[in-house]
């Protein structure tokens, strides 16, 4: 059974930085797809940013140039480096997978999901 727990959410002020992690129990962690979504209060869950096997990337435009997402295949952890944080960063952000091999953006094409950290960022 597949589990993904992220960790690393809180409360930051405007500009500041944060960094997500998400350890995954998946044997074939190498092989998946990892990426991170967010949802807003009252807002539709929105990508992130999503990594492939060996680093290949694609971010939402909303936060190309200021996130970064990485991945350890030692350790089975995807992360998600987050600076200059605006306002309307503030969510929760979830790590999911795939087991397919593509980079995607879009939510039903991950198999796997975590419970969710929660970003807050005050102006």
């Known amino acids: 059974q597949v589990q993904l727990v992220e960790s690393g959410g809180g409360s930051v002020q405007a500009g500041d930085s944060l960094r997500l992690s998400c350890a995954a129990s998946?044997?074939?962690?190498?092989?998946?797809?990892m990426g991170w979504f967010r949802q807003a209060p009252g807002k539709e869950r929105e990508f992130v940013a999503a990594?492939?096997?060996?680093?290949?990337?694609v971010y939402s435009d909303s936060v190309k140039g200021r996130f970064t997402i990485s991945r350890d295949n030692v350790k089975n952890t995807v992360y998600l480096q987050m600076n200059s944080l605006k306002p309307e960063d503030t969510a929760i952000y979830y790590c999911?997978?795939?087991?397919?091999?593509?980079?995607?953006?879009?939510?039903?094409?991950?198999?796997?999901w975590g419970r969710g950290t929660q970003v807050t960022v005050s102006s």
């Open positions: 998946i044997r074939t962690f190498s092989s998946y797809t």
């Open positions: 990594i492939r096997t060996f680093g290949s990337t």
């Open positions: 999911a997978g795939r087991s397919a091999r593509g980079l995607s953006g879009y939510a039903d094409e991950y198999d796997d």
